[in-house]
């Protein structure tokens, strides 16, 4: 599989990821607007805090079935059969865990109420634990379509039922009760969505356990990157400022979460593509990924110069504290594109100790660089800087460790990135000499909006214009602008044959 071949692939299964994502997390972020001015940020921090203890122990006991099914040579009934009845006992074991350590988690952080919220999300996680095996089949074949209907169809009947619920009762319990209505809502879908019925049985566990083992030792260790912050920081900021923490992470890495985390799921099932057909993907890889930053790169600019008019236009008064959080944490943004694409990567090509390794290093740096800082500060500002740092030594630890995978040429790749952040300077300049970057706001929602309109529409006008020069002074070199001006060749080309075709008829 070639590097354009992958990510044309990658695009068209991108895109319905994104179309799809874009849908529901416009409905969704919405929802948080308006929940964000119906409860206060202690529920948010509440239920945080029981939602992390929860997948802390989902984590302990996550096996990657369903990587392991998507870069299988073949699938058939034994084989899925032996994945549903792991996943089964999988899901009965974490629930057993979150509902016998619910006192535990409510001693933890101080909070009595937390009991209650986690036997509900055992539960949840329990029926969650019968999903259907046979949807893998859609990443498989790269029907991200019909995946992601998946995703979204739950997402909507969690969004219908927490807004009412918040309305009626204004109580944090209407955000746990949407996440339940989620969880048992998509574990039905899956099996309206494919005919195949899974059933008990173990007789290919061998084929599963290998390739699983490695996946769940990964996915501890990942769950301790993502939820190490609440984990540390909850007993010592407490639920409130823990609450603002969080919403501001989730506001800042929107074009991470909407844009890049998609494109890495479409890649995973590229990558495995590739890989039964013996092909080498690391330079492809590398390759997308710096494209991949091009993309995201005015997106991420957009977001932390704006960050004080999207507090003000979509938070409120109430949040403005938030506002540098968010402009610290828009810059994670520099360093996703290549830890999300390398780990699928990794994965995809079956070398998942070096994915462990990676992601252990991290860890060790990020905790490392937490409790060092809670020693000195709590200073939310400073905390959300050490956190970007982590997020660049994972980097680096994957540049590391690359190497010895297959060829890998920096050259064209650091040319590249060099543009491209040189393009993000010209940009940032622009944006501060309007006196548009950075700014304290106290203004109401609908002006706030629209100046968050104009700098994402200044970003983008400034970005693409200079990095398309820097390329063409170049001499057009090989790398990502080559791969995404190509790509978008490739798309416009029919409709641009539509049109003689148009004017000959009329």
Same mark, same amino acid.
């Given at each position: 599989?070639t590097?354009?071949s !992958?990510a044309?692939?990658? =695009?068209?299964?991108?895109?319905w990821? =994104? @179309?799809?994502? #874009?849908?529901? /997390? ?13 409860l ?7 239920v945080?805090?029981?939602? *992390?203890f929860?997948a802390?122990?989902?984590?302990l006991?996550? !096996?990657?079935l369903?990587d392991?099914?998507?870069?299988h040579p073949?699938? %058939? /009934?034994? @084989?899925v059969?032996t ?8 899901a009965? !074991?974490?629930?057993s ?15 009595? /109420?937390?009991?209650a919220? +986690? ?5 949840? *996680? ?5 999903e ?12 991200f379509?019909?995946?992601f209907r998946? @995703? ?12 009412p ?19 048992v809502? #998509?574990?039905?879908?899956t099996?309206?969505?494919h005919?195949?019925r ?10 599963l ?18 939820r190490?912050?609440?984990i540390l ?7 409130a ?8 992470l ?9 844009l ?7 890649? #995973? ?6 890989q039964?057909r $013996? ?21 991420m ?11 003000a236009?979509? +938070?409120g008064p109430?949040?403005? %504290? ?6 610290i #944490?828009?810059?994670h ?16 090509n ?5 994915n ?13 660089a ?25 980097f680096l &630890? ?7 995978? $297959? ?7 650091l040319?590249?990135?060099?543009? *491209?952040?040189?393009?993000? !300077? =010209? ?7 309007f006196?548009l ?15 968050c309109?104009l700098? $994402? ?26 791969? @995404?001006?190509?790509?978008a ?6 409709l641009?044959m539509?049109k003689?075709?148009?004017?000959? &008829?009329?």
């Amino acid at each position: 599989m070639t590097t354009e071949s !992958l990510a044309r692939s990658t =695009v068209v299964g991108a895109t319905w990821l =994104v @179309l799809w994502r #874009f849908i529901t /997390r416009a409905l969704g972020f919405c929802s948080t607007l308006l929940l964000a001015r119906l409860l206060v940020p202690a529920d948010f921090g509440l239920v945080a805090m029981a939602s *992390t203890f929860a997948a802390a122990v989902e984590a302990l006991s996550e !096996l990657g079935l369903q990587d392991a099914l998507v870069r299988h040579p073949a699938m %058939d /009934r034994k @084989l899925v059969n032996t994945a549903f009845t792991l996943q089964v006992a999988r899901a009965t !074991l974490t629930a057993s865990i979150v509902a016998l350590g619910a006192p535990v988690a409510a001693w933890w952080f101080g909070e009595p /109420r937390l009991e209650a919220l +986690l036997f509900v999300l055992a539960a949840a *996680t329990f029926v969650m634990g019968f999903e259907n095996t046979w949807v893998v089949e859609f990443r498989r074949e790269m029907r991200f379509d019909r995946q992601f209907r998946l @995703l979204a169809i739950p997402r909507l009947l969690q969004l219908a039922t927490t807004i009412p619920l918040a309305l009626a009762t204004g109580s944090y319990w209407s955000l746990l009760l949407g996440t339940a209505v989620s969880k048992v809502s #998509f574990t039905a879908l899956t099996y309206a969505m494919h005919p195949g019925r899974p059933s008990f049985g173990l007789s290919r566990w061998r084929e599963l356990t290998g390739f699983s083992l490695w996946i769940w030792a990964t996915s501890m260790t990942k769950l301790v990157w993502d939820r190490g912050d609440p984990i540390l920081l909850g007993p010592v900021i407490g639920p409130a400022r823990l609450g603002g923490y969080l919403l501001a992470l989730e506001l800042a890495i929107l074009p991470i979460s909407e844009l890049i985390a998609p494109a890495a799921d479409a890649l #995973f099932a590229g990558f495995a593509s590739a890989q039964r057909r $013996g092909a080498q993907s690391v330079d492809l890889a590398l390759t997308v990924a710096a494209a991949l930053l091009q993309v995201v790169m005015p997106l991420m600019i957009a977001v932390s110069c704006a960050s004080g008019f999207l507090v003000a236009g979509l +938070l409120g008064p109430r949040w403005a %504290d938030t506002a540098p959080l968010v402009a610290i #944490f828009a810059w994670h943004g520099l360093f996703a594109p290549f830890n999300y694409v390398c780990s699928a990567m990794l994965v995809a090509n079956g070398r998942v100790s070096r994915n462990f390794s990676v992601t252990v290093v991290a860890v060790v740096v990020k905790l490392t660089a937490l409790l060092i800082t809670l020693a000195f500060t709590s200073d939310l500002a400073v905390i959300a800087l050490v956190s970007i740092g982590c997020t660049a030594a994972e980097f680096l &630890a994957f540049m590391a460790l690359l190497g010895p995978v $297959g060829d890998l040429r920096l050259r064209p790749l650091l040319a590249g990135v060099a543009r *491209t952040l040189l393009a993000g !300077l =010209v940009t940032i300049f622009v944006l501060d000499w309007f006196g548009l970057a950075w700014r304290a706001v106290a203004m109401t929602s609908v002006p706030a909006l629209l100046y968050c309109a104009l700098i $994402g529409c200044i970003a983008l006008a400034v970005f693409w214009p200079t990095l398309l020069l820097l390329w063409l002074l170049c001499g057009r070199p090989a790398g990502p602008e080559a791969l @995404l001006v190509k790509l978008a060749g490739n798309h416009l080309k029919p409709l641009m044959m539509r049109k003689p075709a148009l004017k000959d &008829a009329a």
